[in-house]
């Protein structure tokens, strides 16, 4: 087969993989986009990673050993044929237990591209025990290329919905304000948009201040794999990998920044791409 006809058959079953396609504008208007269109901004990549949440390792009455198992075979497989810088684990990994955290580690470090990980609700240990098991702390930044990831915490060991540490959170805005862009990454949503969500108008004051943060990246509300605006940055919800509630599928969302600045993102079903925006 020629290589005119690899590309021709890579588009065509890129494109039969999309069920929805949308371009959300920086004025949080939401317009069609063609798969043809996606597909070829897809050649422009400057960063591309997975946002995952919500397994709940050790939920009674759930497959849950079986859904993490399938969450980080189907995101290696992804790396596989679409290079991933890094990927996160955005909340909840367990479900209560404190001594099932280093056994959804050994779990999750079978992913075979760099991961961070932050607390939810439902990971019910200390700061000190989960600094012991993943050797971060429960706030923790770091950067790749010229973008900065930012992953705060927004729990603690009884499992309450809280805001981040925004004193911590406004000293990384301010060190990253000069990157080209800033990921935020946070369990628990920070406004009354979904039913879990918490009102906490200080993050959104803090927030609106840097107008470099290209996206913020909730868990926690398994039934949400859509987006929220506010002051136009984007609020990602990305379902649930584990869990008896929440959207029919279980999945992950991608993320690909790409190099004129738009940034291209959708969900995967583990293996099929739906609900795919463009900022």
Request: charged share 20%; proline share 4%; aromatic share 10%.
């Amino acid at each position: 087969m020629s290589k005119n006809q690899l590309d021709q058959n890579s588009r065509r079953s890129f494109i039969k993989s999309i069920s929805i396609g949308a371009a959300v504008l920086l004025t949080g208007k939401i317009v069609p986009l063609s798969a043809k269109d996606i597909f070829l901004q897809r050649k422009n990549v400057a960063l591309r990673f997975v946002v995952a949440s919500d397994s709940h390792y050790g939920q009674p009455k759930t497959l849950y050993d079986e859904m993490l198992n399938s969450l980080i075979s189907s995101v290696n497989d992804f790396h596989q044929t679409s290079p991933l810088n890094f990927c996160v684990i955005n909340g909840d990994i367990i479900h209560n237990e404190k001594p099932l955290l280093s056994v959804a580690k050994e779990k999750i470090e079978k992913l075979t591209m760099p991961f961070y990980v932050t607390r939810g609700n439902h990971d019910m240990v200390s700061e000190e025990h989960w600094i012991d098991v993943w050797n971060t702390p429960l706030n923790h930044h770091t950067t790749i290329n010229n973008y900065a990831i930012v992953l705060g915490d927004t729990s603690n060991e009884k499992g309450e919905y809280l805001s981040p540490d925004l004193k911590w959170l406004a000293e990384k805005l301010e060190e990253y304000k000069k990157k080209k862009a800033i990921l935020l990454f946070l369990h628990i949503p920070q406004a009354k948009w979904t039913a879990n969500g918490i009102d906490n108008p200080a993050f959104f004051e803090l927030i609106k201040k840097y107008r470099n943060i290209k996206a913020v990246f909730h868990g926690h509300e398994h039934d949400q794999d859509g987006v929220k605006m506010n002051d136009n940055i984007p609020y990602f919800f990305d379902a649930h990998i584990g869990g008896n509630w929440g959207t029919t599928y279980k999945g992950f969302r991608v993320v690909e920044l790409l190099n004129d600045g738009s940034m291209l993102t959708y969900m995967m079903n583990p293996i099929q791409k739906i609900n795919e925006i463009t900022i």
